[in-house]
């Protein structure tokens, strides 16, 4: 599976950007699907995921409440609309796919990984 992660960019604080990721190779809706990011100097950080068929998300506490992850199986693309943003949430944004495992939020459980795309929140 290769994943290619677009949407990222400069926004202000309070903006609003979604990303995307599209999925090659086969049996896109086998693979939950999830996103991650890395600031400078911190952690690789779990953010969200999604269930195979879409009907359950988990998300990472700081973010909670501002985003939202989706998937769309038909285009073999996963999105992640991020509102409320702010300069604490500038990072690379990693597109993520598991075939199993457990916990969704550690990133172990995670088989292949997207380029990412900068995301840049201005204060």
């Known amino acids: 599976v290769q994943l290619q992660a677009s949407g990222g960019g400069l926004v202000q604080a309070g903006g609003s950007l979604r990303l995307s990721c599209a999925a090659s190779?086969?049996?896109?809706?086998?693979?939950?699907m999830g996103w991650f990011r890395r600031a400078p100097g911190q952690e690789r950080e779990f953010v969200a995921s999604?269930?195979?068929?879409?009907?359950?998300?988990v998300y990472g506490d700081s973010v909670k409440g501002r985003f939202t992850i989706s998937r769309d199986n038909a285009k073999n693309t996963v999105y992640l609309r991020m509102n409320g943003l702010k300069p604490e949430d500038t990072a690379v944004y990693y597109c993520?796919?598991?075939?199993?495992?457990?916990?969704?939020?550690?990133?172990?459980?995670?088989?292949?990984w997207g380029q990412g795309t900068q995301v840049t929140v201005s204060s």
């Open positions: 993520v796919c598991s075939s199993g495992g457990y916990p969704y939020t550690s990133s172990g459980v995670y088989n292949y």
């Open positions: 999604i269930s195979r068929g879409g009907s359950t998300t």
């Open positions: 190779g086969r049996a896109f809706s086998s693979y939950r």
